[in-house]
């Protein structure tokens, strides 16, 4: 038996009550997370708060968040080469502790009335780059936290931590500026990376060797290995068409309060709908674990993602158009957790980093998908190109479902791939 291979004999114990809050080591890294995340939802909205205050122009709010995009996406995958290469808990640390650094260098310039908007852009792109150079070793280091029959669960609860500060973490950012200021914020956000810096410190893990990427492969075989591989390709696929066509509806959500005939409130209960549909999906994960026939699920919660938004896009009144939106949040939170599940149980270790590094390529794709959407609904109308965009990700997964029979087999995504990789050993 490959060593990749997770046994699965009679003699093997149960897995922890609660599944991958049960080891230690997740617990910690998890509650790092949680102070990470904070941060980062920090920095999304104070970036942009920031920004407002310093000058008019709302051409500056896309500025600055195309400037926090192009690193994110651009680094994605060569940060995935150096998880290969390297002990993913000190990218971890590194990453974190100099974007600590960074928000406490944003807080002074605040303070002391030295930002401008020149610097903001500079900062985003900066915080950016960081957050490109984590974001793979973030996803490669689970292997070393909990034994990988845990992982349907541990990738759960990862996605919880965003789900739940979807719904909090703009409130919470809001008052903390209100009530502090921005400048005082920051340093509250560059706090959070410390204590995450501090908590991913204190994992006990073995060490590990210097590792070197396969020979003759680098960085372009990641991508072979995701091409290669319809698994691979189905499910870093949905990634690609839900983060760049189906997810174009958040960034145009304030649009539907005038469809809706509703105000500032209204786009918040549609948010905290579409945020508390995805944490339901997340509970889901968790409750059913392997009870559930992975591949169709994927694939068929994808397909109904677009058809419930592009109902919602159809929607007159607001209660209506909550309850798609809660519904969507379901679908997608179902298929994206199974699908970054699936990834976690069968890339063989040595392309561990490159793969996790396409597949957070694809996810940070949402911040740049609100550009094209938003022109084409300059053309179509809104509805229209919210509909559009998300109806692409149910086209995607019906194609799946037709030409790629593999993936309709109940067990399809359940076993770790056996198979190593071109040249892994």
Same mark, same amino acid.
Request: hydrophobic fraction near 60%; aromatic fraction near 10%.
């Given at each position: 038996?490959?060593?990749s291979?997770?046994?699965?004999?009679?003699?093997? $114990?149960? =897995?922890?009550?609660?599944? #991958?809050?049960?080891? +230690?080591?997740?617990?910690?890294?998890?509650?790092? %997370? @949680?102070? /990470?995340?904070?941060?980062?939802?920090?920095?999304?909205?104070?970036?942009?708060?920031?920004?407002?205050?310093?000058?008019?122009?709302p051409?500056?709010?896309?500025?600055?968040?195309?400037?926090?995009?192009?690193?994110?996406?651009?680094?994605?995958?060569?940060?995935?080469?150096?998880?290969?290469?390297?002990?993913?808990?000190?990218?971890?640390?590194?990453?974190?502790?100099?974007?600590?650094l960074?928000?406490?260098?944003?807080?002074?310039?605040?303070?002391?009335?030295?930002?401008?908007?020149?610097?903001?852009?500079?900062?985003?792109?900066?915080?950016?780059?960081?957050?490109?150079?984590?974001?793979?070793?973030?996803?490669?280091?689970? $292997?070393? =936290?909990?034994?990988?029959? #845990?992982?349907?669960? +541990?990738?759960?609860?990862?996605?919880?931590?965003? %789900? @739940?500060? /979807?719904?909090?973490?703009p409130?919470?950012?809001?008052?903390?500026?209100?009530?502090?200021?921005p400048?005082?914020?920051f340093?509250?956000?560059?706090?959070?990376?410390?204590?995450?810096?501090?908590?991913?410190?204190?994992?006990?893990?073995?060490?590990?060797?210097?590792?070197?990427?396969?020979?003759?492969?680098?960085?372009?075989?990641?991508?072979?290995?995701?091409?290669?591989?319809?698994?691979?390709f189905?499910?870093?696929?949905?990634?690609?068409?839900?983060?760049?066509?189906?997810?174009?509806?958040?960034?145009?959500?304030?649009?539907?309060?005038?469809?809706?005939?509703?105000?500032?409130?209204?786009?918040?209960?549609?948010?905290?709908?579409?945020?508390?549909?995805?944490?339901?999906?997340?509970? +889901?994960?968790?409750?059913?674990?392997?009870?559930?026939?992975?591949?169709p699920?994927?694939?068929?919660?994808?397909?109904?993602f677009?058809?419930?938004?592009?109902?919602?896009?159809?929607?007159?009144?607001?209660?209506?158009?909550?309850?798609?939106?809660?519904?969507?949040?379901?679908?997608?939170?179902?298929?994206?957790?199974?699908?970054?599940?699936?990834?976690?149980?069968?890339?063989?270790?040595?392309?561990?980093?490159?793969?996790?590094?396409?597949?957070?390529?694809?996810?940070?794709?949402a911040?740049?998908?609100?550009?094209?959407?938003?022109?084409?609904?300059?053309?179509?109308?809104?509805?229209?190109?919210?509909?559009?965009?998300?109806?692409?990700?149910?086209?995607?997964?019906?194609?799946?479902?037709?030409?790629?029979?593999?993936?309709?087999?109940?067990?399809?995504?359940?076993?770790?791939?056996?198979?190593?990789?071109?040249?892994?050993?």
């Amino acid at each position: 038996m490959s060593e990749s291979a997770v046994p699965t004999t009679e003699q093997e $114990p149960p =897995l922890p009550r609660f599944g #991958a809050l049960g080891y +230690a080591n997740y617990r910690q890294f998890w509650l790092a %997370n @949680v102070a /990470r995340v904070f941060g980062l939802q920090f920095r999304f909205i104070g970036a942009g708060w920031l920004t407002h205050l310093l000058t008019p122009s709302p051409v500056w709010l896309g500025i600055v968040g195309l400037a926090a995009a192009i690193p994110t996406i651009v680094l994605s995958v060569p940060a995935g080469t150096l998880a290969d290469r390297f002990d993913n808990r000190k990218l971890l640390v590194w990453s974190q502790a100099l974007t600590a650094l960074c928000m406490f260098a944003m807080a002074f310039l605040v303070v002391a009335e030295l930002a401008t908007v020149a610097i903001v852009v500079i900062w985003s792109v900066i915080v950016g780059a960081l957050l490109a150079l984590g974001t793979p070793a973030q996803n490669a280091i689970l $292997p070393r =936290l909990i034994e990988m029959r #845990a992982t349907a669960s +541990a990738v759960a609860y990862m996605s919880a931590i965003w %789900n @739940v500060m /979807r719904i909090v973490g703009p409130a919470g950012a809001g008052l903390l500026i209100s009530i502090i200021g921005p400048g005082q914020a920051f340093t509250v956000t560059g706090l959070a990376f410390a204590v995450s810096v501090v908590l991913l410190m204190r994992l006990r893990l073995e060490p590990i060797a210097a590792r070197t990427t396969q020979s003759g492969g680098g960085m372009l075989e990641g991508f072979r290995f995701v091409f290669g591989n319809r698994l691979f390709f189905a499910t870093i696929g949905l990634s690609f068409f839900t983060s760049l066509f189906g997810m174009s509806y958040v960034v145009l959500l304030p649009a539907f309060t005038v469809i809706l005939h509703t105000d500032a409130r209204g786009f918040g209960w549609m948010e905290a709908a579409a945020g508390l549909g995805s944490l339901l999906g997340t509970v +889901a994960i968790v409750r059913l674990r392997q009870g559930i026939p992975q591949g169709p699920v994927m694939l068929v919660s994808a397909a109904l993602f677009g058809v419930l938004i592009a109902l919602f896009t159809a929607a007159t009144t607001l209660p209506i158009a909550m309850l798609f939106l809660f519904l969507g949040g379901v679908a997608s939170s179902l298929y994206l957790n199974l699908g970054m599940t699936a990834l976690q149980l069968q890339v063989p270790n040595a392309l561990r980093g490159r793969v996790m590094g396409i597949w957070s390529m694809t996810y940070f794709l949402a911040a740049a998908g609100g550009l094209p959407a938003a022109m084409v609904a300059t053309w179509i109308g809104t509805p229209a190109a919210v509909a559009l965009g998300a109806l692409s990700v149910t086209a995607f997964a019906i194609l799946l479902l037709v030409f790629v029979p593999s993936l309709r087999a109940p067990g399809s995504m359940d076993a770790p791939l056996v198979t190593a990789a071109r040249g892994s050993s």
